[in-house]
């Protein structure tokens, strides 16, 4: 699949279902266009998981090596509280309350998307962290991408 890519405003409905915004669900392949994976993010947020693209990372971290501490540490961390979820027939989301709370999700959501996942951040936070990190923006593209060499001039 091709990179996922936009912000998508969306609102919790009282039961924490959100429509999937048709300009993401179209950038999806059909076969990937209703059941999903829900984990925590990195940072304060949850991550949205194609089903077929979380069956492709999960297949790699298969293939770390338990007996090492750290690894095990890494599974058990990026697995817990992982739930599949598909689309309604109104093609909505429900997110679970208990995911909700570590994230802190009312109302005003917003799903950013990029490469395989959607991010799925409280409205709020989710500017404040941009905001935050605005300033350091040129530095990190220097830390990033500064000694990429694609061969390109």
């Known amino acids: 699949m091709a990179g996922l890519v936009g912000e998508f405003e969306v609102k919790l ?11 993401l669900r179209k ?11 829900l984990n925590k993010g990195f940072e304060d947020c949850l991550t949205l998981y194609p089903l077929s693209d979380w069956e ?3 297949a790699k971290l298969s293939k770390l090596n338990l007996f090492k501490p750290q690894n095990r540490m890494f599974f058990r961390l990026f697995h817990q509280g992982a739930k ?3 689309l309604d027939n109104a ?8 995911h909700m709370e570590r994230v802190g ?18 409205k709020s936070k989710y500017f404040n962290m941009i905001e935050g990190n605005m300033a ?18």
């Open 13 to 23: 409905d009282e039961k924490g279902r959100f429509l999937l915004p048709s300009g």
């Open 136 to 153: 350091d923006f040129a530095d990190l593209a220097d830390e990033v991408m500064g000694d990429l060499d694609n061969g390109e001039k």
């Open 91 to 98: 093609g909505r989301l429900l997110i679970p309350t208990a």
């Open 27 to 37: 950038q999806l392949p059909p076969a990937s266009q209703r059941d999903f994976m």
């Open 105 to 122: 999700l009312v109302s005003e959501v917003m799903l950013i998307a990029y490469n395989d996942r959607i991010e799925i951040w409280d």
């Open 84 to 86: 599949q979820l598909a």
């Open 56 to 58: 492709q990372i999960s």
